[in-house]
């Protein structure tokens, strides 16, 4: 394998980030002071890494696959996936983040009513407002001689950081020592703008947020949340990334994007899975025999008619079925036929 690729897709955790050379010029960024590294997840979030991270550990890109990631590490550029459902486009941000040990994914599922906004931070204006008014009604000694709450007012700011979220965009987007893996999931279903508003963002590397700008002065430093739930510190509210965010962009082709869209972006197209790389998803899901075990039903999923359209997740819904049902049965074995027919019926067909 070329020793110039830093993401390898061997399914194995290596330090061969700390080997990517410097960017280009004209994409390196000089983000503020570093940010702390995340804090360690709650159990339940853990449990659910986990499960992606046995997912991610049994993805095996292809040499194309390889080297367009290794290209985007190296450019500094976000990444555009496209492919059919269930093609492995969202696993891929997570084999990353596994391999190379860059933390939790951060993921922004893109629905047809996000704005940028819902990806750089959340303001709750009306929460602050009510605060504030609450504070200022209540008696200083407080209700019935106990002392009052803090008043947010005391704090910089007027306490405005406790009312503002970093999305998940802007935490990929604080200075930090190593780029944080971001997963903008399924961008062509997005409003026709949100496309646009993103190229400045993805082109330099930072953004403003005009509650805290406007405070700059009387509070140049605010204490907000970030998308891990840990507490971030905003200069002169801009926030600007150290090391550019490695950003996999996925689409399932429901529709085109601009032109600057395209020029700023690596640009790679996943086929529908082969046999081989079935077999790999499946071990993931049900472990290891599983790909040998089931392999009629791989077969069944893998024959279609010209044409049709089938998602990875029929697969593994009559590949569960089957092990939960615990068909054994020969009378069984045509219910079991014809039930995997109906759950991996061609999507594109109603009849």
Known sequence: MSDWLIYRGAGAPHD????????????DF????????????????????????????????????????????????????TGAPGSGKSTLAHSVAYELGLGRVLGWPVVSRSTLRDGLYDYDAIGRLQDLQIARAAPAAGEGGVP????????????????IRLGPLGTALLPAARPRVLLVDELDKSDIDLPNDLLNVLEEGEFRIPELERLAGSAPEVEV??????????????VRCHAFP?????????????????????????????????????????????AERYEAVIDR???????????????????????????????????????????MRPLDRTR
């Open 301 to 343: 999923f893998l024959d279609r008619e010209p044409g049709d359209v089938r998602a990875v997740d029929q697969l593994f819904n009559a590949i569960h079925l089957t092990q939960r049902a615990g068909w054994t049965d020969e009378d069984e074995e045509e219910t079991r036929r014809r039930l995997t027919a109906e759950l």
């Open 30 to 81: 000089d983000g503020g002071p570093l940010v702390a590294p995340p804090a360690a997840l709650d159990p339940s979030s853990e449990r659910r890494l986990g499960v992606q991270h046995r997912e991610a550990s049994h993805h095996r890109p292809g040499e194309t696959e390889r080297e367009l990631v290794n290209a985007a590490l190296y450019l500094r550029r976000p990444l555009l996936v």
């Open 225 to 238: 949340l970030s998308d891990d739930g840990t507490q971030v510190t905003v200069r002169d509210g801009r």
């Open 246 to 290: 490695f950003i996999v962009l996925t689409s399932n082709g429901e529709r085109d994007f601009p032109a600057p869209l395209l020029r700023r972006c690596i640009h790679l197209h996943i086929p529908v899975p082969d046999k081989e790389r079935l077999a790999a998803m499946v071990r993931a899901h049900f472990g290891e025999g599983a």
């Open 148 to 163: 009052a709450g803090p008043d947010p007012t005391d704090e910089p700011g007027g306490g405005i950081g406790r009312y």
């Open 16 to 27: 061969g980030i700390e080997h990517l050379p410097p960017p280009p010029p004209w994409r």
